[in-house]
């Protein structure tokens, strides 16, 4: 049974490009930068994927016309890395030429843990290559990530940091908030220290705080940092760290295949079901 759009509205922009536009363009407006990301995640197959890679070209070449300030997010299992490593590679690649000819960017975002280490590979890999127009998602639940997160620092390697969003075991991730927290305030340290721009991607104020705090003692301008957050989430925080001088960029997923998304953003936080409801009486 496919839900009603209208349920996921709050956290998504639209199903089509096209729907979405006039939202990227009021966040712009505002001088807040987007990343887009077409929904989607484990393709199976090829056609499928070919068909998304074409996708994701062209949402590039529109972006650039529609003169929109928006990188964008993709998944490497919506570029078939369920299907063959390789594949998925040369998917990326085309992809990436074209970034590189209109100047933009493509962040790979990061799936679940069975997922990770190939991620790593694949990006480390197309860095090579496509250097400043590619970067990659570190989430700071998972343990391995108190290595991952040296090793991409001293690649020079563009990084967003987030907590993680997927269901992982004990044996794989942190399971406590403040565990998670700690963990995360202490990559946030190793990205501002070593790397040239990091992204810090949460909307959890004692995060946001810390951060800011911590660029302050260590004169870390505010230039050299940007804070993400989630498309429908916090948008007056957004609007007030911008306004405050902070460089922000709002994460703007559309598209049909918005289920897997809207779940986790209901997995979340209880406020985003209660929100839901209400939608529902309201429409
Ligand atoms: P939570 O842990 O949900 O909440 C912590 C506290 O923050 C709350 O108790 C509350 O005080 C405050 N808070 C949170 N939300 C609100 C709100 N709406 N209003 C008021 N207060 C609030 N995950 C991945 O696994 N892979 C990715 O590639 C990925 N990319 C992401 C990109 C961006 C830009 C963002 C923002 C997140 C991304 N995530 C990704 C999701 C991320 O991992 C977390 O699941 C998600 O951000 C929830 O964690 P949080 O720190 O934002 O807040």
């Not at 590679?89 to 074209?98: Q, W």
């Not at 790593?120 to 700071?140: L, R, S, T």
């Not at 922000?248 to 979340?268: A, I, N």
Request: glycine fraction near 4%.
């Amino acid at each position: 049974m496919k839900l009603p759009f209208f349920l996921a509205k709050r956290f998504v922009a639209g199903e089509t490009f096209k729907s979405a536009v006039p939202k990227i363009e009021a966040l712009n407006k505002k001088k807040i930068k987007v990343t887009l990301d077409l929904l989607g995640e484990n393709v199976k197959l090829k056609t499928t994927a070919d068909e998304t890679v074409n996708e994701y070209i062209s949402l590039l070449n529109d972006i650039h016309s529609a003169g929109l300030k928006s990188t964008i997010s993709i998944k490497l299992t919506m570029l078939g890395l369920d299907i063959d490593e390789l594949y998925c590679r040369d998917n990326l690649y085309k992809l990436l030429d074209e970034a590189r000819k209109s100047d933009s960017f493509v962040r790979i975002d990061m799936e679940g843990s069975d997922y990770t280490q190939q991620t790593i590979d694949v990006f480390k890999e197309v860095f090579k290559e496509y250097g400043k127009h590619v970067g990659i998602v570190i989430q700071a639940y998972l343990h391995r990530t108190k290595d991952d997160i040296n090793d991409l620092a001293e690649l020079g390697a563009d990084v967003r940091l987030c907590k993680g969003a997927y269901n992982e075991p004990e044996r794989v991730a942190l399971q406590k908030m403040s565990d998670i927290r700690e963990a995360f305030k202490e990559y946030s340290k190793v990205l501002l220290d070593k790397t040239s721009y990091p992204r810090i991607a949460t909307h959890d104020d004692e995060l946001v705080n810390w951060v800011k705090d911590y660029s302050v003692e260590n004169k870390i301008g505010k230039a050299r940092f940007e804070f993400q957050m989630l498309y429908g989430l916090r948008e007056e925080t957004m609007e007030q760290l911008t306004n405050d001088g902070y460089n922000t960029r709002v994460y703007v997923p559309y598209g049909t295949m918005w289920f897997p998304y809207f779940k986790r953003r209901l997995m979340e936080r209880k406020e985003n079901i209660f929100f839901i409801f209400t939608t529902m009486f309201k429409k």
